[in-house]
């Protein structure tokens, strides 16, 4: 099902050389729909739910830019980056370590492989991270892990690039991202982010994600926003 995806090294190898695209918290992925609008939003909820927390884990943490925009609601975090890229990894420890008073803590691997531990943080975020899990198997691996990692009461939160389960809307969508790509640059950037999506990207719907989040014990779990084929939405680990 998933012949001609690309591996773990060649994702990681691509994004080694993308770190400046992943540096701008003014913007965010500016291939992702509304990414300053998602990164507010999650932080915001965050701030307002876990006001108390200390400790972060930032998957797929690229640049830093999640880590960062939290840091200015919740200063003084204790927080571990986690992320396949070396390079990532670097730039963020350079651009959060001056943000907070607290531990930085960088973890270079696969969140599939990675040891976490139990109930370790506060606030996990995944911000256009988790698209690149294949198999149900990964998916709920995945999600339990996390769900473990997590204090009681604290929360997980994803970013991501989605799908749709009915293949006329997903048309619809697709359509429309690609009229986003287009306007954002130009008909050759479109198709070079379809052509990286097809071959590295296996994303799930929305629904799928909650029914997961609802599956592995998260006892709330809520949709903060979506737009075209991207959404932020997570859940709430009981006490």
């Known amino acids: 099902m998933y012949e001609g995806k690309s591996s773990v090294d060649e994702i990681r190898r691509?994004?080694?050389?993308?770190?400046?695209?992943?540096?701008?918290?003014?913007?965010?992925?500016?291939?992702?729909?509304?990414?300053?609008?998602?990164?507010d939003l999650?932080?915001?909820?965050?701030?307002?739910?876990?006001p108390s927390a200390t400790a972060l884990l930032d998957v797929g943490c690229g640049a830093g830019n999640y880590a960062l925009k939290l840091l200015q609601r919740l200063p003084g975090l204790d927080v571990t980056l986690l992320d396949l890229s070396r390079p990532m990894l670097d730039r963020a420890v350079e651009r959060v370590t001056p943000a907070t008073t607290g531990k930085v803590t960088a973890i270079q691997g696969d969140v599939r492989e990675v040891e976490l531990g139990r109930e370790q943080y506060d606030v996990i975020l995944a911000g256009a991270v988790l698209?690149?899990?294949?198999?149900?198997?990964?998916?709920?691996?995945?999600?339990a892990k996390l769900y473990d990692a997590l204090k009681p009461g604290g929360s997980f939160w994803i970013v991501d690039l989605i799908t749709h389960a009915i293949p006329q809307v997903q048309e619809v969508m697709w359509e429309r991202y690609g009229a986003y790509l287009t306007g954002?640059?130009?008909e050759a950037y479109r198709d070079h982010v379809f052509a990286y999506i097809e071959r590295e990207d296996t994303p799930r719907t929305v629904m799928y994600q909650v029914d997961l989040l609802r599956s592995v014990g998260f006892r709330?779990?809520?949709i903060l926003h979506k737009n075209n084929c991207f959404a932020a939405f997570g859940g709430v680990k009981g006490p």
């Open 184 to 186: 954002l640059r130009d």
């Open 131 to 143: 698209h690149h899990l294949r198999g149900d198997e990964e998916w709920e691996h995945v999600f």
């Open 220 to 222: 709330e779990v809520e």
């Open 42 to 50: 999650v932080t915001q909820v965050v701030a307002r739910l876990n």
């Open 14 to 39: 691509r994004f080694d050389q993308d770190v400046e695209r992943f540096s701008n918290l003014e913007t965010g992925q500016s291939a992702t729909i509304d990414a300053p609008l998602a990164l």
